[in-house]
């Protein structure tokens, strides 16, 4: 999780978020407005440009299965704080964050920052670009906004514990991230821990 996720057709787009297991197949999340057609990192082949989504389009999730006909494996950790492997760190829980906890993220164009929750579980409309706007719900608000546009999907956590999944932000006010709950609940997936 925590990786960069671009279009198999070459734009530069998206955050993978943490792992997960859906129906049996280990894989990678991301928020559901990034397009479907992505790759892991530069590499074509290692995750399905077929993603699962729920059935519900107000939440922002979708899972992209690993091919591990490929040899590929997928594991619990995380792109925390810096972009070599010495800042990934392992999940060791999954849970909600309370209202007024400190939460950080990791997005590929922001890299890591931190803030605290300040709404909880609401529903907001977000700007996706191109004239294009969608109502998202399941939403966590931060006091700042700690994020860029590319950190869409990435990771939102405190120490080792998932919190959610970059949705969005108004611009220099507050940043929005989908509840780590939202994922077993309307994507029948389960985040990867140890």
């Known amino acids: 999780g925590g990786r960069d996720l671009n279009e198999v057709s070459g734009g530069r787009i998206c955050t993978a978020g943490f792992t997960a297991s859906r129906y049996g197949n280990r894989g990678v999340l991301t928020a559901r407005h990034c397009p479907d057609d992505l790759k892991y990192g530069p590499t074509s082949g290692i995750i399905s440009t077929n993603p699962g989504v729920s059935p519900n389009d107000t939440i922002d999730f979708q899972f992209h299965r690993t091919l591990t006909e490929n040899g590929h494996s997928t594991n619990a950790q995380f792109r925390a704080t810096s972009r070599d492997a010495s800042g990934d760190r392992t999940v060791l829980a999954v849970g909600n964050a309370p209202m007024g906890s400190v939460v950080c993220h990791w997005g590929r164009t922001t890299t890591y920052d931190c803030s605290t929750v300040a709404d909880t579980d609401t529903c907001q409309t977000l700007y996706l670009g191109n004239g294009v706007s969608h ?60």
């Open 135 to 194: 109502r998202y719900c399941g939403l966590d608000v931060t006091e700042d906004d700690v994020s860029e546009p590319g950190d869409s999907g990435g990771p939102w956590f405190y120490g080792a514990t998932a919190r959610g999944g970059h949705s969005g932000a108004w611009d220099g006010v507050e940043s929005y991230f989908t509840r780590i709950g939202r994922v077993a609940v309307h994507l029948d997936a389960t985040v990867l821990q140890n």
